[in-house]
């Protein structure tokens, strides 16, 4: 079978390797994984257009901070317009660097949009939203709970 004919596995493999790279503090191949136009939006509302300045905006993080380690759980991958676009739902904790455990206030909700672009899928949107469940701390600690399990960083479902 075709690497793109498993386009559940294909989304999830750019899905973690961008968590992978974040993890390595690794700017450059994080913002290889996007389209030439691609975008995202920061856990702080900063919205990035195109893999150069998502290069940029992401070196300059990764020069001033020692950035928390992601942990994720994919929750759904859907296909879409014929399998030429993927949409990815996830959810990730973060674990302060040294710690022994993750920090629920980087609880995140991630969504990614793929595209096929010449043979490959890369990233056209990657959206991390703050999984805040306003007014609802179980939701918030039954997640925390979910991403603890899956162990330190590295860990995936």
């Not at 596995?9 to 961008?18: Q, S």
């Not at 969504?111 to 179980?138: K, W």
Request: glycine share 10%; proline share 4%.
């Amino acid at each position: 079978m075709n690497e793109l004919d498993d386009w559940t596995a294909a989304a999830r493999r750019v899905y973690f390797a961008l968590l992978d790279d974040w993890n390595r503090q690794d700017a450059r191949a994080m913002a290889a994984r996007f389209a030439e136009r691609g975008s995202m939006v920061g856990f702080d509302g900063s919205t990035i257009d195109s893999r150069t300045a998502i290069d940029a905006h992401l070196a300059s993080i990764f020069t001033q901070h020692a950035t928390p380690l992601f942990v994720a759980k994919v929750r759904e991958v859907r296909r879409m317009a014929s399998g030429q676009v993927l949409l990815l739902r996830g959810a990730a904790g973060m674990w302060p660097r040294g710690a022994d455990d993750l920090n629920p206030e980087l609880n995140a909700i991630q969504t990614m949009v793929l595209s096929l672009c010449d043979g490959v899928y890369r990233i056209e949107m990657f959206q991390n939203t703050p999984a805040a469940f306003h007014g609802r701390p179980e939701e918030g600690g039954k997640l925390s709970t979910e991403l603890r399990g899956l162990g330190r960083p590295g860990g995936r479902v």
